[in-house]
């Protein structure tokens, strides 16, 4: 069974994202070989990778030869508000809505570039992944949403397994709250 890897926001070719996003990087081409590079030690050719938006800035050739460096061959794309040239890119991609669900691994998951507050199921288990955001959004520590763009996680790729492991956390302490509140709101009768 294939590695499911989700990630966002490469912003490859993109000089300036250096610089907004405060990225450790001295110039373009650095930035570009180290995205490249920490993805393809991760996920393999026969893996599956989501990526959830803004994936290259630039020319459709530009983007085609990027995608060309990355072993993966079965790429999801979720689009990005970046991503008008690469979305022409139907051989490499295999082009998802702007808004998807999936299920994987039994798992219901909401996949979009933009974070969400709310999504279809979201009080019974399914999760969020996004882009967008670059790590700036603060993280709720009870929904089961979370940002797997690069920024997030040292310029590589999200594993399932990883994101498995943060989403029951956030909602095995949802459901402690919740079971604080319950019991808070109806206190114990005193019986002398």
Known sequence: MPNIWFTADFHLGHKNI????????E??????HTIIER?????????????LGDFCMGPKARAAELRRQIRCKKIFGVPGNHDKD??????????????????????RIVLC???????????????????HSHGRLPESEILPSMDVGV???????WHFDEINVRMTQKIETANERR??????????SYDP
Not at 39 to 51: R, S, T
């Open 86 to 107: 690469t979305r022409k890119l139907i051989q490499e991609f295999s082009w998802l809505n702007d808004l998807a669900e999936v299920s994987l691994n039994g798992q």
């Open 18 to 25: 250096i610089q907004y996003c405060n990225r450790p990087f």
């Open 113 to 131: 570039h933009y974070a969400m507050r709310v999504w279809n199921q979201s009080s019974h288990g399914a999760w969020h992944l996004y882009g």
């Open 179 to 188: 079971r604080r509140d319950t019991e808070s709101s109806h206190p114990k």
């Open 151 to 157: 920024d997030t996680h040292e310029f590589s790729p």
């Open 27 to 32: 110039a373009v081409e650095e930035m570009n």
């Open 39 to 51: 993805l393809n030690a991760c996920v393999k050719a026969n893996d599956i990778l989501y990526f």
